[in-house]
């Protein structure tokens, strides 16, 4: 969690967690918390970790993606497959009335995310994995984490015939164009009246079918 308002998402959205950081400690918790149960096959969780004390060996979580598996399984499943949002969750758990989201913001950075996704699914006519979050702290990038995070979506798309989507902000979506990712979409949230803002690309990367990589 302490890597995330490093996230220019985050950051924009979040604007006042160092003001109230218990709401933003709650809330992101049972957020998570959803991610990491069991019952909830719509996510796949990944972790990296270094040992923190060699006598102990114990150990500390320095890299974290988090991916959406809805579209596959909604395939595999069928029409009756429920997709589990843990929005939804935090919402119940009087997530609308937390004080460390800007009230102006939150709805201008949401409003930019829904056409993101909405470019996303326009720009290819098959199943996606997407990218929910992936977050390395500082002390440990350009260790190739990231990269070893990404791969194993990139691996599971392939299996699933699927393509992988996320969003991503400067600078980081550099890194996903050098992965060989595509632009398929891009965004600007802010404020009217405000300076500060934050930049979005929606980005895919997509396997070419057998048919496709054959030569004609």
């Known amino acids: 969690m302490s ?7 985050y ?10 950081p218990e709401d933003y400690r709650k809330y992101t918790r049972i957020e998570y918390e959803r991610y990491l149960d ?3 096959n719509n996510w796949h969780v990944m972790v ?3 040992q923190s004390d060699k006598e102990t060996r114990s150990s500390q979580i320095v890299a974290l993606a988090v991916w959406d598996l809805s579209s596959v399984n909604r395939r595999k499943y069928g029409g009756e ?21 800007d009230r102006e913001r939150g709805p201008v950075f949401l409003d930019a995310i829904a056409l ?5 699914d326009g720009a290819i006519d098959v199943d996606q994995i997407y990218l929910r979050i992936l977050v390395v702290h500082s002390e440990f990038r350009r260790h190739g984490l990231a990269s070893k995070l990404i791969d194993w979506g990139i691996a599971e ?13 400067p600078p980081t979506d550099q890194f996903y164009l050098r992965l060989g990712f595509k632009v398929v979409g891009e965004e600007i949230a802010q404020v009217k009246g405000e300076a500060e803002k934050v930049a979005m690309r929606a980005m895919l990367l997509r396997h070419p079918s057998e048919k496709e990589a054959s030569p004609t």
Do not use: F
């Not at 890597?3 to 998402?9: A, M």
């Open 81 to 101: 497959y429920k997709i589990q949002d843990p929005v939804i969750e935090v919402n119940r758990s009087g997530g609308l009335t937390r004080r460390d989201v």
């Open 38 to 40: 069991p019952a909830w």
């Open 11 to 20: 950051s924009y959205r979040y604007r006042y967690r160092q003001e109230y």
């Open 157 to 169: 798309s392939k299996e699933a015939d699927a393509a992988v989507a996320l969003i991503a902000s």
């Open 116 to 120: 993101l996704k909405k470019s996303l």
């Open 48 to 50: 990296a970790e270094t």
């Open 3 to 9: 890597v995330l308002p490093e996230v220019p998402q």
